[in-house]
């Protein structure tokens, strides 16, 4: 089947998640259900242009180019994903593809590009699904761009929507699913409309740990069973918390979770640390802060040192005024990124 088009575009953003998933099995199922905010600034725009094959060396043939440079060094990982993409979408078997890719955010910053990467990637795929398939229902082209985009970077399948995505299934969320992320479905209050993150560079080196590596290590972990629990427990008791607003319970329920993300890490055999020192003087200089001014600013963490500082809007003049004094000096290079929440990913 030819196409007319010959190539189309995304932007996706990264996201970042309230409720972690840390442990999976299977080809990328969460062992327990997360929810994430989708980001708005910090994002990764793809073009994919394609034209039918001739040279058939192998399986598939693509060109990954990031920032106008070709990287062959992102290849194989590419190909490890249209091999598992390949049963879902065969046609990828038939085009030559090139994947023109660029992030918004400072290269090797230490932000993750592969949950705003891949889910544009998967986008782009989906769009030439769409083509061959006109019938599909927005409803179902989601579905499925989410399921694709998982298979590629799992938290990647909370990046097409927003501002709030639920990922992994939770009784007391209704379409919710292992196999793909669906928008929140129920009531937020407004005072998380516009919600802010900033992202403090703390530490722009490779890290010691990679995800995979740490999910892997859930498998065996002494607290496994009751971190999965706990998930589940905190993501029914985040539904009213979000409905009523209620900042105190949403700050509480946010670090602890963040927390114990890394204490996983801490009990993991082989143990590790992601955080750096700088990350625990940041922790430590939000807690004063918030004791002081009664801001209802807190942090949360992802599979690193970085650190994200969550925010009211109506907070953001005076709490940008506090990361430009007093927490920018524990940034590497002094660089940090203002966001603030999103709604997912659009095509160009
Ligand atoms: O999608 P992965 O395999 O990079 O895992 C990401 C896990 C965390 O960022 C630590 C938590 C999350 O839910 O995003």
């Known amino acids: 089947q030819a196409l007319k088009t010959q190539s189309v575009s995304y932007e996706s953003p990264s996201n970042i998640a309230l409720i972690k998933y840390w442990g999976k099995h299977g080809v990328q199922i969460p062992k327990n259900p997360s929810i994430s905010f989708t980001l708005n600034n910090c994002k990764t725009t793809t073009k994919l242009s ?4 001739t040279n058939f060396d192998e399986a598939y043939d693509l060109k990954v180019i990031l920032d106008g440079k ?20 065969p046609f990828i078997k038939e ?9 918004s955010f400072p290269h090797s910053s230490g932000i993750a590009s592969s949950a705003s990467g891949l889910s544009a990637l998967a986008l782009c795929l989906m769009e030439m699904e769409r083509e061959m398939h006109p019938e599909m229902s927005l409803k179902r082209f989601n579905q499925k761009a989410s399921f694709i985009a998982r ?43 516009h919600y802010q993150d900033t992202i403090l560079l703390v530490d722009k080196g490779e890290k010691p740990v990679s995800s995979t590596v740490g999910h892997n290590l859930m498998h065996n972990h002494a607290y496994a069973a009751s971190r999965f629990d706990q998930a589940v427990e905190n993501l029914a008791l985040l539904v009213p918390i979000l409905k009523e607003g209620n900042l105190d319970e949403f700050v509480s329920l946010v670090e602890s979770e963040a927390l114990t993300l890394h204490a996983m890490m801490l009990t993991s055999k082989p143990y590790f640390i992601l955080m750096k020192p700088n990350t625990l003087k940041i922790i430590d200089k939000i807690w004063e802060y918030r004791r002081d001014t009664s801001i209802p600013v807190c942090f949360t963490l992802d599979a690193g040192a970085n650190v994200h500082v969550l925010y009211p809007k109506k907070d953001k003049e005076a709490v940008q005024e506090f990361i430009k004094n007093d927490l920018s000096i524990y940034c590497q290079d002094n660089r940090y990124i203002f966001d603030n929440v999103g709604n997912g990913a659009i095509k160009l």
């Open 151 to 193: 298979l590629g970077s799992g938290s990647g399948c909370r990046s097409l929507e927003g501002p709030l995505v639920v990922w992994g299934e939770h009784a007391d969320i209704e379409g919710s699913s292992d196999v793909y992320g669906v928008q929140y479905p129920y009531e937020v209050h407004s005072v998380f409309d």
């Open 95 to 103: 085009y030559r593809f090139t994947i023109d890719t660029t992030n």
């Open 70 to 89: 070709h990287k062959p060094g992102f290849e194989p990982k590419i190909h490890q994903f249209f091999g598992r993409i390949d049963e879902y979408l």
């Open 50 to 53: 394609f034209e039918k094959r």
